[in-house]
């Protein structure tokens, strides 16, 4: 008996259709090289914004839109994330950018996240080019910082007229000149002091599989498909085979003795 006829009908069904698990296998490798030859490298810049949070029993900046805190560091930072990561968020940074950039298009090359546990956002910016990269992750920190501060400012201002009023009455009431003059030097500083950018990582170029890693997953994944491909078909053609007619066995017939008297 041979090697091929001592194995298992099924695994014989399966190497009698090996065209059907080595094709897709090949068809998977090529594939595979094909995109790696045609990858281009990305890179990832990020922009660290730091989240320094009013306390929660703070008069002096009721009305305004300087960050407070929330009582817990990741929905302090979550709330303000959001905010970041939005249309207008991208409009604004689309201006900034200026040379084409258009809301859509910052949108999908920005991640704005929250550090776990912390009062940290980081901007993430990727693009085929490190410069690229490196220069979307700080405009967009920048244009949204100066967006947030027209409006802070604009608060401010209104806050500061309110206060005026106050301080021009005879007594002063309480810690009204105190406060006057807190919101004076924050308005004077020209920046929000709630939320201030604390780097910028230089764009660093993602890692990816290696050619042989990523030809070696194709074929592995071609073998299996080729595999259950062979498997089908091999289960097919046992279905659709008639069912070999079943022995019968017939009694064998008794015939009768001779007589010379003619009696059976």
Do not use: C
């Amino acid at each position: 008996m041979t090697k091929h006829k001592a194995l298992p009908g099924g695994i014989r069904a399966i190497l009698r259709r090996w065209p059907l698990v080595i094709i897709p296998a090949l068809l998977a490798v090529g594939g595979s090289l094909w995109s790696a030859s045609h990858q281009t490298p990305t890179y990832t810049a990020t922009a660290k914004l730091v989240v320094i949070p009013l306390a929660q029993w703070d008069e002096t900046f009721i009305g305004t839109s300087l960050v407070r805190d929330a009582g817990d560091a990741k929905r302090t930072a979550a709330t303000l994330a959001a905010l970041l990561d939005s249309r207008r968020a991208a409009t604004v940074a689309a201006d900034y950018l200026g040379a084409n950039w258009t809301p859509e298009a910052v949108h999908a090359a920005i991640r704005v996240r929250v550090a776990e546990d912390t009062n940290v956002i980081t901007v993430v910016a990727q693009s085929a080019d490190r410069d690229r990269a490196t220069k979307v992750a700080e405009g967009f920190a920048n244009a949204t910082l100066a967006d947030r501060w027209q409006t802070i400012s604009r608060e401010l201002d209104t806050r500061i007229v309110a206060f005026e009023a106050i301080t021009n009455t005879e007594p002063i009431p309480g810690d009204a000149a105190a406060r006057l003059h807190t919101l004076k030097l924050v308005r004077a500083g020209g920046f929000d002091p709630t939320l201030r950018i604390d780097s910028t990582t230089p764009a660093v170029r993602d890692e990816r599989l290696s050619v042989w890693a990523s030809v070696g997953l194709a074929a592995a994944g071609g073998l299996f498909v080729g595999l259950l491909a062979a498997v089908g078909v091999a289960r097919l053609r046992r279905s659709r085979d008639p069912t070999p007619p079943a022995k019968t066995t017939h009694a064998p017939q008794l015939i009768p003795a001779y007589s010379p008297n003619g009696d059976a």
